[in-house]
T-cell receptor, first 112, second 118 residues
């Protein structure tokens, strides 16, 4: 069956360190993959999109990698800050598809 | 950036009543709108997809007669939860797509509506 898996355990890191979140998928052929941030009681906010033929994308302190062989995307936040504490969602749109399918998200806590 | 609004942000209703949630794209025309629901600590579950002027396409297991979706214009979609029951209590989030740009669909989310049915 098709699955998008994110680490369900919360990630706790110290301010200033790099946070790395993982998204694995099975039985999908993604056309592109997206990362969103969601704060409690709020809708997701788009962060980055990476296409199937791209290996890496950067935006300010954020970096996303995409390995279609491993069927995995990594999301990095460098020089993390307490304000980065949130849930981060991985989402993908399959090739030839139309719908965006979400993982359950990983909760990130950045301690000052 | 593109902004999507939802109204109301929260609502409490009695069992058996109907509730309407509005979703608007404020500064762009949304060719397609999506409705999701989310339970605590769980993923966003797609309920239905709607295109302006046509009937919504519902995901498997979603009752179309219970969750009425109307996409009346390129900037407005509504979700009506009919004869609400406590198990319908959830966080409902709409999303709007601006259409294809360079082969990609940019999708923007509303702030969500917390529905509590008593």
């Amino acid at each position: 069956s098709q699955k998008i898996e994110q680490n369900s355990e919360a990630l706790n890191i110290q301010e200033g360190k790099t946070a790395t979140l993982t998204c694995n998928y099975t039985n999908y052929s993604p056309a592109y993959l997206q990362w969103y941030r969601q704060d409690p009681g709020r809708g997701p906010v788009f962060l980055l999109l990476i296409r199937e033929n791209e290996k890496e994308k950067r935006k300010e302190r954020l970096k996303v990698t995409f390995d279609t062989t491993l069927k995995q995307s990594l999301f990095h936040i460098t020089a993390s800050q307490p304000a980065d504490s949130a849930t981060y969602l991985c989402a993908l749109v399959a090739t030839g598809g139309f719908k965006t399918i979400f993982g359950a998200g990983t909760r990130l806590f950045v301690k000052a | 950036g593109a902004v999507v609004s939802q109204h109301p942000s929260w609502v409490i209703c009695k069992s058996g009543t109907s509730v309407k949630i509005e979703c608007r794209s404020l500064d762009f025309q949304a060719t397609t709108m999506f409705w999701y629901r989310q339970f605590p600590k769980q993923s966003l579950m797609l309920m239905a997809t709607s295109n302006e002027g046509s009937k919504a396409t519902y995901e498997q297991g979603v009752e179309k007669d219970k969750f009425l979706i109307n996409h009346a214009s390129l900037t407005l979609s509504t979700l009506t939860v009919t004869s609400a029951h406590p198990e319908d209590s959830s966080f409902y989030i709409c999303s709007a797509r601006a259409g294809e740009r360079g082969g990609l669909y940019e999708q923007y989310f509303g702030p969500g509506t917390r529905l509590t049915v008593t």
